[in-house]
């Protein structure tokens, strides 16, 4: 076999994966970016609305089937993550989203560095970001992410904004600013009615270079590692095994629930798991795979008393009208992300931090195992807990590459986030039964009007609880001395050399809201690290190991 020579070798091409490969090949290297799914050309992709069309494909998602949950009656709710050059932000519904400082102040004592801390953080997000409307102290434009204000809300989202208003949500313009606690349309990260990826603000201005080795349909199977460095990756591409060398480093950015599995698979991780599957452990690392926490949302459905929202618009004339607006005039229901609005909260008290976010979906939306619903025109209003307690993990399901990880996400095992959630349904009714909104509601389908006590509303939870497509936290960052902790705070691997991970994996707690602005940010920091780079205004570091210079392949 072969091998094949770089300088690094990124292993996953979503948000993470798109972003280091950028600034590393900027910066000289000659780089080797792997992604297992195909290239992000389906015109679907660019429109804002047309991810609904892939969210249920196999080509462009992984569809991780939980194991059987304990607290949700055994259920094996389904984990879908992206699958695509850009990850998730090829087809997440880009709502933009930073969290609450607090987030972050969680984040430096798990690590002891203040680095991490949100005004560190700042002006990476404010650096990358080109904002439509927004240009102060929290937001900056002229940078490559694209960040736009809804081009478009239908009269159930305009009604939702006024009810949620009549419950005594303040409005607010703007949810990444001084206050998340409110409610607002979204801002998006999209521009012109075209979808902003990973891959468009960052990996493809970069292939210009010339030194970006692009291999879609490449599935990583182990990070090789010798004398106590990683030195290079195996990978399928096609029937055929393949070996790539890198002379600098190897980088994981498979995203929270397939790195722990490539480093599990490349003897890093619990040595007794490992060996349950005759894997020989190279280091012993109990927290490679543990930790793994998600968002959860719990949904109220009620269905309409007119044609509202978005039902049927993805069918017959109204998908023909609705396309022909968006190619001649770049508007319409195409331009939308068909979740246009949400509000946060803390349902126990409206003026105090939030620890729901809310999102205002104007159609009935359910995970696919719900079939004896009545479709319709309707709205589904999704409370997510911001903060959940839960935490599970990701495990080898057997030494075979090709096997999913058995993913235990865990969800609802920690009686607050259970709590949150029977909150979030109550505001979420509050807000069904005010005006203007209320005068366009039928009835209520889920939970029903028949469900009222907490027990019964736990019950409906753990039915219909699901995923907001956020796992995070399965190779966590954490202090020095820390059995847990997998990388450093400037992201290497403990006990290997030359192995970092940059995606959100090294998350040591969830952010409260969506996570994918954070995971891009993480990627920054961790190409400034690994080009020697100091941080940026306020964004000192407490441990920074040494800086490789790049060295070229011979």
Not at 191 to 201: P, V
Not at 487 to 496: A, E, M, N, Q, S
């Amino acid at each position: 076999m072969t091998a094949e020579g770089y300088d690094y070798i990124v292993c996953g091409g979503g948000s993470s994966g798109c972003l280091v490969t950028a600034r590393l090949a900027e910066a000289g290297a000659r780089v080797l970016l792997l992604e297992a799914g195909p290239d992000d050309q389906n015109p679907l992709i660019r429109m804002p609305a047309g991810y609904v069309k892939l969210l249920g494909v196999e080509r462009y998602m992984w569809f991780y089937k939980s194991v059987p949950q304990a607290h949700l009656g055994g259920r094996t709710p389904i984990v879908p993550q992206g699958r695509v050059l850009g990850g998730g932000s090829s087809v997440n519904a880009m709502v933009y989203i930073r969290g609450q400082r607090g987030d972050y102040d969680r984040w430096v004592e798990a690590t002891g560095d203040a680095g991490w801390g949100y005004d560190a953080l700042l002006p990476y997000f404010t650096g990358m970001e080109d904002n439509e409307r927004l240009n102060d102290r929290f937001h900056g434009i002229g940078g490559p992410w694209k960040v736009s204000d809804e081009a478009y809300t239908c009269q159930l989202t305009r009604a939702f904004l006024l009810a949620a208003q009549g419950i005594g949500l303040p409005y607010n313009p703007d949810f990444n600013g001084e206050s998340q606690r409110g409610v607002g349309t979204w801002q998006i990260t999209a521009r012109n009615g075209r979808r902003c990826s990973a891959s468009d603000a960052f990996l493809r201005p970069a292939m210009a270079t010339g030194r970006i080795t692009l291999k879609t349909g490449a599935l990583v199977l182990s990070v090789i590692i010798e004398r106590g460095r990683a030195v290079g990756v195996r990978y399928r591409e096609g029937n055929e095994i393949r070996e790539a060398r890198a002379a600098t480093e190897v980088v994981m950015a498979a995203g929270a629930i397939a790195t722990p599995k490539i480093l599990m698979l490349s003897g890093i991780g619990p040595a007794a798991h490992l060996k349950e599957h005759g894997i020989d452990a190279i280091v012993d690392q109990p927290g490679v795979g543990a930790n793994l926490q998600d968002h959860t949302e719990t949904p109220v459905v009620a269905l309409c008393n007119g044609p509202y929202g978005y039902f049927g618009h993805d069918r017959g004339y109204r998908q023909m009208r609705n396309g022909l607006e968006f190619l001649v005039n770049r508007s319409g229901p195409v331009v939308s992300n068909g979740v246009e609005a949400g509000a946060f909260f803390d349902p126990d008290d409206l003026g105090a931090n939030p620890s729901i976010q809310q999102f205002c979906v104007p159609s009935v939306y359910l995970d696919k195992d719900v079939t004896d619903i009545t479709t319709g025109p309707g709205i589904t209003l999704n409370s997510c807990v911001e903060r959940p307690l839960s935490k599970g993990s990701i495990r080898l399901a057997s030494a075979n590459p090709g096997d999913q990880p058995l993913v235990d996400p865990n969800y609802l095992a920690d009686p607050e986030d259970l709590r949150l959630s029977i909150g979030g349904i109550r505001r979420a009714r509050e807000i069904l039964a005010q005006a203007p909104l209320a005068g366009m509601i039928d009835r209520e389908v889920l939970p029903g009007p028949a469900v009222q006590s907490d027990a019964d509303l736990a019950a409906h939870a753990r039915r219909f609880v699901k995923t907001v497509y956020h796992p995070c936290g399965t190779a966590r960052m954490g202090v020095e001395g820390d059995p847990e902790a997998v990388v450093t705070t400037d992201l290497r691997l403990r006990g290997i050399d030359a192995l970092r991970v940059v995606d959100a994996s090294v998350m040591p707690a969830i952010i409260s809201g969506n996570t994918n602005s954070t995971v891009l940010v993480v990627a920054e920091k961790a190409a400034e690290f690994m080009l020697g780079r100091a941080p940026r205004a306020g964004a000192g570091h407490a441990e920074s190991g040494s800086r490789p210079s790049l060295q070229p392949v011979q």
